[in-house]
T-cell receptor
Framework: GDSVTQMEGPVTLSEEAFLTINCTYTATGYPSLFWYVQYPGEGLQLLLKATKADDKGSNKGFEATYRKETTSFHLEKGSVQVSDSAVYFCALSTIVPDDKIIFGKGTRLHILP | DAGVTQSPTHLIKTRGQQVTLRCSPKSGHDTVSWYQQALGQGPQFIFQYYEEEERQRGNFPDRFSGHQFPNYSSELNVNALLLGDSALYLC??????????FGNGTRLTVT
């Protein structure tokens, strides 16, 4: 079945460091891909998305490119801030055969000042 | 504009009991989905409601049931609670193919 695999955390970085969180997927159709972020005590918020191959999603300095050839959607940010500390979830959705979102297990990110 | 609201925030129940969780979708949204997020895991899809009917269902037993009302709000019911049902239950709403908007969740603890 469809699935998402993302790098395990926690990931600890210093402020202004470069961030990469790896995500790969398995899907039978042509999925849309998402990154969601969950801050402590809150629900999930959509960070960015891409709906077709080679699309780049971006928001708040984060970027991810939909790579069909490598089935990947890695999250990157050039200079992280303490406020980026959160749990990040990679996810996919397909219309066929059903319309639901499948999430990875999440990667906890700690940014040190 | 209120987003997705869930109640209660926290809940403690005993094994074997029944529980009802509630969700009001974001204004303008007509589809409600429910997810279970166990500690340290990603959310798992339970089911989705549209036009007051269950449209999709994940791999959850029949102990999990739901309802959607004419005002698009929704309830999640869990019968015969097990310890393993302890989790954060997230409600998400959407309209058409728009991205999901999540509530802050209900933390259910089964003792």
């Amino acid at each position: 079945g469809d699935s998402v695999t993302q790098m395990e955390g926690p990931v600890t970085l210093s402020e202004e460091a470069f961030l990469t969180i790896n995500c790969t997927y398995t899907a039978t159709g042509y999925p849309s891909l998402f990154w969601y972020v969950q801050y402590p005590g809150e629900g999930l918020q959509l960070l960015l998305k891409a709906t077709k191959a080679d699309d780049k999603g971006s928001n708040k300095g984060f970027e991810a490119t939909y790579r069909k050839e490598t089935t990947s959607f890695h999250l990157e940010k050039g200079s992280v801030q303490v406020s980026d500390s959160a749990v990040y979830f990679c996810a996919l959705s397909t219309i066929v055969p059903d319309d639901k979102i499948i999430f990875g297990k999440g990667t906890r990110l700690h940014i040190l000042p | 504009d209120a987003g997705v609201t869930q109640s209660p925030t926290h809940l403690i129940k005993t094994r074997g009991q029944q529980v009802t969780l509630r969700c009001s979708p974001k204004s303008g949204h007509d589809t409600v989905s429910w997810y279970q997020q166990a500690l340290g895991q990603g959310p798992q899809f339970i089911f989705q409601y549209y036009e007051e009917e269950e449209r999709q269902r994940g791999n959850f037993p029949d102990r999990f049931s739901g309802h959607q009302f004419p005002n698009y709000s929704s309830e999640l019911n869990v019968n015969a609670l097990l310890l393993g049902d302890s989790a954060l239950y997230l409600c998400a709403s959407s309209f058409g193919r728009s991205p999901l908007h999540f509530g802050n969740g209900t933390r259910l603890t089964v003792t």
